[in-house]
């Protein structure tokens, strides 16, 4: 178990450090490439590009696998194989299939494509990151949720509301994210029919919101009455992983000057998402007996590891 928590912080370390030096690479290498250029020496110039191009293209991948298995790691390890794979198979499988769509149609983002920096694209439509990222982003908004609300009564409607705020904590994070990556010096997607909101239609925000709130919806179902015993600091990561997120993509917006996106994206996810964490139980304690359809039932209790 000690290795496993080694690894899981070298990757978010690595994680968090690939979106630092990617955020330097975007705000202050690409913009001043040709000034870069020309202060160094004429047999340095090919390496200094090729090494640009190197981490433009690969960064991004990096930055995503890091996080994949840094979450897979910590859900493993405090959920337990059944509730990790119950989880990121529906993410994943649903995410993906709302992408090939939504690139192929329209529906439910919007008209949009993929440019290169984000990996092999499925179907030569969507990178194989962007479902990986969906998973780890959205397993962190829906346990910060979940836990928060875990004392919650009726059982139903702690699942409902964990199921929309995790969506609305996620949908939150592309407020940030659509202006950082479409409409800066470095995009990784355009839109084909510019929308309303700072370039992106308003419809992308609905089709967010609406697909990670399916995945969270399904995975709740399948947890069923599993009651997730998670002390506050155990929420630590999921946390971290998803102020990182949000502080990258904010990063890249205000240095462009989406300051409205941004505060969004503060107002609606890195404030609740805080006060959710605030919320959990900073110890654990025997669940009290729950009352399912008239019965007295003990819920089941995540082991931790």
Not at 188 to 215: D, E, K, M, V
Not at 257 to 278: H, M, R
Request: charged share 10%; with cysteine; proline share 5%.
């Amino acid at each position: 178990m000690n290795q496993l928590v080694r690894a899981e912080r070298i990757c978010l370390i690595g994680h968090i450090a690939s979106k630092a030096f990617g955020l330097a690479g975007l705000l202050l290498v690409v913009p001043h490439a040709e000034a870069i250029l020309s202060a160094i020496a004429a047999s340095g110039q090919n390496v200094f590009q090729w090494s640009v191009e190197r981490s433009m293209a690969g960064g991004g991948v990096i930055d995503i696998l890091f996080g994949l298995i840094a979450v897979s790691i910590y859900a493993y390890r405090t959920l337990g194989m059944k509730l990790w794979l119950t989880f990121m198979l529906p993410a994943v499988c649903i995410s993906l299939s709302s992408e090939l769509l939504g690139t192929g149609t329209g529906f439910p983002f919007g008209d949009y494509s993929y440019l290169s920096g984000l990996g092999y694209k499925i179907a030569g439509l969507v990178p194989f990151t962007i479902p990986l990222s969906w998973f780890y982003m959205g397993l962190s908004a829906y346990l910060i949720a979940r836990v928060a609300l875990q004392t919650v009564k009726p059982m139903w409607l702690r699942h409902v509301g964990a199921v929309l705020l995790g969506a609305m904590l996620f949908t939150s994070w592309d407020f940030a994210l659509e202006p950082a990556m479409s409409q800066t010096s470095f995009p990784f997607w355009y839109w084909h029919q510019p929308g309303a909101f700072f370039g992106t239609p308003y419809q992308n925000y609905a089709g967010w919101f609406g697909t990670s709130a399916l995945f969270m919806a399904i995975a709740a179902f399948l947890w069923g009455k599993v009651s997730l015993q998670l002390k506050r600091s155990q929420l630590n990561i999921p946390l971290v992983v998803y102020l990182s997120n949000v502080a990258f993509a904010a990063g890249i917006s205000l240095a462009a000057g989406y300051w409205l996106p941004v505060s969004l994206s503060i107002i609606f996810g890195v404030i609740p998402a805080l006060l959710l964490w605030w919320m959990a139980q900073p110890n654990v304690t025997k669940p009290a007996m729950e009352e399912t359809h008239g019965m007295s039932v003990a819920p089941v209790e995540v082991a931790l590891k």
